[in-house]
């Protein structure tokens, strides 16, 4: 159980980290020619770069997804401890469901 939270706390920090590199690149760089060079110097990974408003938004969905996941694995585990299930458990993979839908439409309207 500890474990799952020491993740939702890294995903969280990720999900941040993702937000302000995105917010930096996209609207407070001057120089976006002399940004990407830095960025190439500094080999940032693919998974953080960001060419666009809707990349930006495509990223953060898919966090917030697999921070879903997260908790959604957390309230299983507290759930199997303790007993009770709900139908209320099942709103959080239906949620993820739809993030994951909203990127696949995301995708190919960027195709």
Same mark, same amino acid.
């Given at each position: 159980? !500890? ?5 939702? $706390? ?14 930096? %690149? ?10 990407? $060079? ?23 969905? !898919? ?16 759930? %199997? ?31």
């Amino acid at each position: 159980m !500890e474990i799952a939270g020491s993740l939702d $706390q890294f995903l969280l920090g990720l999900f941040l980290l993702v937000f302000a590199y995105g917010v930096y %690149g996209l609207w407070v760089v001057a120089d976006r020619d002399a940004w990407a $060079q830095r960025r190439d110097v500094v080999k940032a990974p693919d998974w953080l770069r960001i060419g666009g408003v809707t990349d930006l938004k495509v990223k953060l969905i !898919e966090v917030i997804a697999v921070i879903l996941t997260v908790l959604f694995l957390k309230r299983v585990l507290s759930v %199997g401890l303790e007993g009770e299930t709900s139908w209320t458990l099942l709103i959080i993979p239906v949620a993820v469901a739809l993030f994951a839908l909203t990127v696949w439409l995301l995708r190919q309207a960027e195709d």
